[in-house]
């Protein structure tokens, strides 16, 4: 498919071309430039994507739920037919070897099956009925409730995740099942990949009749446009996946709003490590495999990466760290997703490294190939008590980094528990006898993330139903809600109660003989 950079508003590309404010996408292993001038969106682009979702989102209010589900469907669709020149813009656009991007290709259109059969039956609804009573004293008014959805939504997509996170990636595709037409704000680093999944579900649109305001793309990269897009007043909810300074940014627009409105952000996380001393000395070895393999893995670019790792002071640790130091040496330094998290990375290795009290214990033996936006493994210790005067020692930096915090106590893993920010995870590893030991660490965690593992690695998302993938502030905007798996449906939902409807006059899902 040729791209043309224009913007997808209610099925037709619209813009002008040649504008002086286009841009282009970089493929991040050589610098070079890669085809197609992508549009920079402007007020009247927004308005007209807003107004036409505005004025589909009564009929998608009623269409059939078999209905909805064949959308869905003809999207996943779309998206096996789109083949291999998705893959390869996506691969030019990201770096992300084609291995990676196939994985997450069958990830996407296994989420959007999901969504497609959740939206075929109506229990996402969670219809309860109570029934009214007029001989009771006082009488007992008929109430009856259920979750519509909540109007057009603005979906943001981060960089990481070019297909699964984005376009097509599960916010855009709960808010369908959730029967809401959306706006998606192209990501600046994949525009092509964008466009080539916008085609495909503007395809399925048409395909099974919805109003074509069903869906809209709009290209851009100022922020200004984002700051735009969420503030116009017909908009009703807004996700957005991405780093915590755009997620803060984008959720002090929303409550700038004259009407705020809900705003779902997931941010970044450097998803703590805990090594309990029974763990450590039965498999310091395997953890070590398992914690480089975990910090590698998409090149450490997952929000989930384990940022930080804590163990007491033994012999043990010292196994550990020197099982670290082998794996680390052999991991081959690989392309990053735009020369820009590339630079972020680079910034962020030179603060960790000038801070005192803070060593590098591992590196990639081989270097960094030239003008590549290569990353090498770093691996750093530091005391724990490094974090009193350099607090920034555990902040996410996203790539393959990782900090080992040397306790010298499992009271001071404790204590730096209740210390924590909001995270999107924390893993313990440990024996059964560690963890009953170590309970409180449990419920301290509790408070502090949004998923516990134990004896595994926070990377790998199971796309489920008892997914939660969220966290306290400012791992996200809303603990409550989770950004994967099928409960994330409910971030585009409200519940309205009906008092005292006649029966035909009722939601047929809340109808005494539905
Ligand atoms: P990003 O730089 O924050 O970009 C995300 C989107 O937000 C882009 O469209 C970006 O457009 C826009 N944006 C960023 N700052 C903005 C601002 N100040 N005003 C308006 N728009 C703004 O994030 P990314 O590089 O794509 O992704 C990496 C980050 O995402 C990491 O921190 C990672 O941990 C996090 N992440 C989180 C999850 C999760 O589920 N919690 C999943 C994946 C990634 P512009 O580039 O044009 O500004």
Redesign the pocket.
């Given at each position: 498919m040729a791209l043309t950079g224009k913007h997808f508003i209610a099925g037709k590309r619209s813009g002008v071309e040649n504008s002086a404010d286009s841009f282009s996408a970089t493929n991040p292993s050589n610098g070079e430039t890669l085809e197609g001038e992508f549009l920079e969106a402007g007020q009247s682009d927004i308005d007209a994507a807003v107004a036409a979702a505005d004025e589909a989102f009564d009929e998608l209010q009623t269409a059939s739920s078999d209905r909805i589900g064949d959308f869905l469907e003809a999207i996943a669709e779309g998206i096996d037919a789109a083949g291999d020149s998705l893959l390869d813009r996506a691969h030019a656009e990201t770096g992300l070897p084609m291995g990676r991007l196939q994985g997450e290709r069958g990830r996407t259109t296994n989420q959007i099956r999901i969504f497609a059969n959740m939206t075929r039956n109506d229990d996402w609804r969670q219809p309860r009925i109570d029934a009214g009573d007029p001989e009771r004293k006082p009488p007992k008014p008929d109430v009856r409730t259920m979750l519509f959805g909540v109007g057009p939504v603005v979906v943001?997509?981060?960089?990481?995740?070019p297909l699964a996170?984005s376009v097509a990636g599960t916010d855009t595709v709960s808010a369908f099942a959730a029967r809401c037409p959306v706006i998606v704000?192209?990501?600046?680093?994949h525009p092509g990949t964008c466009e080539i999944l916008a085609e495909v579900i503007s395809a399925a649109v048409e395909k099974i009749g919805l109003p074509a305001g069903t869906f809209s793309l709009l290209q851009?990269?100022?922020?200004?446009?984002?700051?735009s897009l969420v503030q116009h007043p017909d908009v009703a909810a807004v996700a957005?996946?991405?780093?915590?300074?755009?997620?803060?940014?984008?959720f002090d627009?929303v409550n700038a709003r004259e009407i705020p409105i809900p705003f779902y952000?997931?941010?970044?996380?450097s998803n703590p490590v805990f090594l309990l001393p029974g763990a450590l000395k039965q498999r310091a070895q395997e953890i070590a495999q398992g914690y480089v393999q975990s910090v590698n893995l998409g090149v450490g670019?997952?929000?989930?990466?384990p940022g930080i790792v804590l163990g007491v002071e033994s012999d043990s640790l010292e196994q550990f760290l020197s099982a670290v130091k082998s794996s680390v040496s052999g991991v081959p330094p690989a392309t990053m997703?735009?020369p820009?998290?590339h630079k972020s990375f680079q910034d962020a290795q030179g603060n960790l490294e000038s801070i005192n009290g803070v060593e590098r214990i591992a590196r990639s033996d081989q270097p960094p190939v030239d003008g590549a936006h290569q990353a090498a493994c770093n691996i750093y210790e530091a005391d724990i008590s490094v974090l009193q005067s350099s607090s920034e020692v555990h902040e996410?930096v996203?790539g393959p980094s990782s900090v080992v915090l040397r306790c010298q106590s499992t009271e001071q893993m404790l204590a730096y528990a209740a210390s924590l920010d909001g995270h999107?995870t924390a893993t313990i590893h440990g024996t059964e006898e560690d963890l009953n030991s170590n309970l409180k660490l449990v419920r301290l965690l509790q408070r502090k993330v949004g998923r516990i593992v134990f004896n595994g690695f926070p990377t790998g998302?199971e796309v489920c139903n008892a997914m939660h993938?969220?966290g306290p502030y400012p791992?996200?905007t809303h603990s409550f809600y989770t950004?994967?798996g099928h409960q994330s449906i409910y971030r585009f939902t409200k519940p309205v109660c009906f008092q005292g409807f006649p029966e035909k006059c009722l939601p047929p899902q809340l109808r005494s003989e539905a």
């Amino acid at each position: 498919m040729a791209l043309t950079g224009k913007h997808f508003i209610a099925g037709k590309r619209s813009g002008v071309e040649n504008s002086a404010d286009s841009f282009s996408a970089t493929n991040p292993s050589n610098g070079e430039t890669l085809e197609g001038e992508f549009l920079e969106a402007g007020q009247s682009d927004i308005d007209a994507a807003v107004a036409a979702a505005d004025e589909a989102f009564d009929e998608l209010q009623t269409a059939s739920s078999d209905r909805i589900g064949d959308f869905l469907e003809a999207i996943a669709e779309g998206i096996d037919a789109a083949g291999d020149s998705l893959l390869d813009r996506a691969h030019a656009e990201t770096g992300l070897p084609m291995g990676r991007l196939q994985g997450e290709r069958g990830r996407t259109t296994n989420q959007i099956r999901i969504f497609a059969n959740m939206t075929r039956n109506d229990d996402w609804r969670q219809p309860r009925i109570d029934a009214g009573d007029p001989e009771r004293k006082p009488p007992k008014p008929d109430v009856r409730t259920m979750l519509f959805g909540v109007g057009p939504v603005v979906v943001f997509g981060a960089s990481n995740f070019p297909l699964a996170i984005s376009v097509a990636g599960t916010d855009t595709v709960s808010a369908f099942a959730a029967r809401c037409p959306v706006i998606v704000k192209a990501h600046p680093a994949h525009p092509g990949t964008c466009e080539i999944l916008a085609e495909v579900i503007s395809a399925a649109v048409e395909k099974i009749g919805l109003p074509a305001g069903t869906f809209s793309l709009l290209q851009g990269k100022s922020n200004e446009f984002g700051k735009s897009l969420v503030q116009h007043p017909d908009v009703a909810a807004v996700a957005f996946t991405g780093s915590l300074g755009g997620g803060r940014a984008m959720f002090d627009a929303v409550n700038a709003r004259e009407i705020p409105i809900p705003f779902y952000a997931e941010m970044g996380s450097s998803n703590p490590v805990f090594l309990l001393p029974g763990a450590l000395k039965q498999r310091a070895q395997e953890i070590a495999q398992g914690y480089v393999q975990s910090v590698n893995l998409g090149v450490g670019q997952f929000c989930t990466n384990p940022g930080i790792v804590l163990g007491v002071e033994s012999d043990s640790l010292e196994q550990f760290l020197s099982a670290v130091k082998s794996s680390v040496s052999g991991v081959p330094p690989a392309t990053m997703l735009h020369p820009g998290i590339h630079k972020s990375f680079q910034d962020a290795q030179g603060n960790l490294e000038s801070i005192n009290g803070v060593e590098r214990i591992a590196r990639s033996d081989q270097p960094p190939v030239d003008g590549a936006h290569q990353a090498a493994c770093n691996i750093y210790e530091a005391d724990i008590s490094v974090l009193q005067s350099s607090s920034e020692v555990h902040e996410e930096v996203f790539g393959p980094s990782s900090v080992v915090l040397r306790c010298q106590s499992t009271e001071q893993m404790l204590a730096y528990a209740a210390s924590l920010d909001g995270h999107l995870t924390a893993t313990i590893h440990g024996t059964e006898e560690d963890l009953n030991s170590n309970l409180k660490l449990v419920r301290l965690l509790q408070r502090k993330v949004g998923r516990i593992v134990f004896n595994g690695f926070p990377t790998g998302i199971e796309v489920c139903n008892a997914m939660h993938h969220g966290g306290p502030y400012p791992a996200t905007t809303h603990s409550f809600y989770t950004s994967i798996g099928h409960q994330s449906i409910y971030r585009f939902t409200k519940p309205v109660c009906f008092q005292g409807f006649p029966e035909k006059c009722l939601p047929p899902q809340l109808r005494s003989e539905a």
